[in-house]
C-alpha cells in the first residue's frame, strides 16, 4: 500500500519560516519525481514546486522561486519543501505528490498525500 504522509504544517506569521516533510512508504522513493502543490480555499490547485528523482534539478512556481526550496533525501524515503519569508497568500493545504517524471502539472500524479495545513497570520 502506497502512502505519502505530509508533516510540518502549521500557523505562523508572516516572515516566518516551516519546513514540510513528506515521508513514502510502499514504493520505491527514488523511482518517483516529488512535487508540491497547493490548494488555498476557492481557490484551483496549483504548483508550488518540484524535484527529479536523483534531487539533481528542480522547479518552481514564480510565486515561491526564491523563498521557497525542494530537497529530498533517498534515504529515508523522503522530500521536504523549506518555505522560508511566508506570507499570507502562502496560506493553503500543501499536498505532495509522486509522479515518474519532473512536472507542473497536476494531472498524471501516480500518488497524492493526504496535506497538511500551512497557515500564515499578518
Known amino acids: 500500500q502506497v502512502q505519502l504522509v505530509e508533516s510540518g504544517g502549521g500557523l505562523v506569521q508572516a516572515g516566518d519560516s516551516l519546513r514540510l516533510s513528506c515521508a513514502a512508504s510502499?514504493?520505491?522513493?527514488?523511482?518517483?519525481?516529488m512535487g508540491w502543490f497547493r490548494k488555498a480555499p476557492g481557490k484551483e490547485r496549483e504548483f508550488v514546486a518540484a524535484?527529479?528523482?536523483?534531487?539533481?534539478?528542480?522547479t518552481y512556481a514564480g510565486s515561491v522561486k526564491g523563498r521557497f526550496a525542494i530537497y529530498r533525501d533517498n534515504a529515508k524515503n523522503t522530500v521536504y519543501l523549506q518555505m522560508n519569508n511566508l506570507n499570507p497568500e502562502d496560506t493553503a493545504v500543501y499536498y505532495c505528490?509522486?509522479?515518474?517524471?519532473?512536472?507542473?502539472?497536476?494531472?498524471?500524479?501516480?500518488?497524492w498525500g493526504q496535506g497538511t495545513q500551512v497557515t500564515v497570520s499578518s
Open positions: 524535484i527529479t528523482r536523483s534531487g539533481g534539478r528542480s
Open positions: 505528490a509522486a509522479r515518474s517524471f519532473i512536472s507542473s502539472s497536476s494531472t498524471d500524479v501516480d500518488y
Open positions: 510502499g514504493v520505491t522513493f527514488a523511482n518517483y519525481a
